[in-house]
């Protein structure tokens, strides 16, 4: 059974004054906090087995969510203390509690109603990518997807959702520390190691207060 990983460690910055005393995946939207709907989606795709990073107020998350036992899951936590390590080595730390096969990873702070039981469980290379089409404040986009091989270059641009299935194989030339993923997959697009594919459905990165509230305004829609 495929393991899967909720990033959870940001500051939460732009989120500000919301986050000064909460973190960020815990802020409540229509009934649930972000977090929530993530494991939710996790659990009703068959995936239970559920670890999770945090740093800034990362006790809260662990008070709030427990053992998971409640949403039909077995969370376990991987904690940064002081030093975010990001979303590379955030990962990377948490390797050993990912297992040796293929992991889904999704970030803490975007809603998605993507069917996560849709992700291959098996890789073709070493990444798959769920991108998405650009939002107004990323209208550059990140990755070109040609057929279904998700490439640096080309024309035209999409956004990746912060839905992925990774291989631990990709990390093997990391070393523990602050990394950004994105680095590392375009190290390999190049190898044809990221297969990909677009999702045409609701997608929203919940990084500020106004997108909360579009949020909000969506679910109870």
Not at 158 to 183: D, E, K, M, N, W
Request: proline content about 8%; glycine content about 12%.
């Amino acid at each position: 059974m495929m393991r899967a990983m909720i990033l959870a460690a940001g500051r939460g910055e732009r989120m500000r004054p919301l986050t000064d005393t909460i973190p960020k995946p815990l802020l409540k939207v229509a009934g649930y906090s972000l977090i929530e709907y993530q494991i939710q989606r996790l659990v009703a795709a068959g995936i239970t087995q559920i670890v999770i990073n945090h740093a800034y107020l990362g006790q809260q998350i662990e008070q709030a969510l427990g053992d998971g036992q409640r949403y039909g899951a077995h969370l376990h936590y991987s904690p940064e203390n002081a030093t975010i390590l990001g979303t590379g080595g955030g990962i990377y730390r948490a390797l050993p509690l990912l297992g040796t096969e293929p992991f889904i990873v999704v970030n803490g702070d975007v809603y998605c109603d993507y069917p996560l039981q849709q992700l291959p469980q098996q890789l073709s290379g070493l990444a798959h990518l769920v991108l998405v089409d650009n939002p107004n404040h990323h209208a550059e986009g990140d990755f070109h997807l040609q057929a279904n091989w998700v490439l640096d270059q080309g024309e035209p641009r999409l956004t990746f959702s912060g839905i992925g299935v990774y291989h631990p194989a990709l990390f093997a030339v990391c070393q523990p520390g602050p990394f950004p993923l994105g680095p590392l997959l375009k190290s390999v697009m190049p190898m044809g190691q990221v297969t990909g594919e677009y999702y045409a459905g609701y997608w929203l990165d919940v990084g500020t207060p106004e997108r909360l509230q579009l949020l909000e305004r969506y679910l109870l829609r």
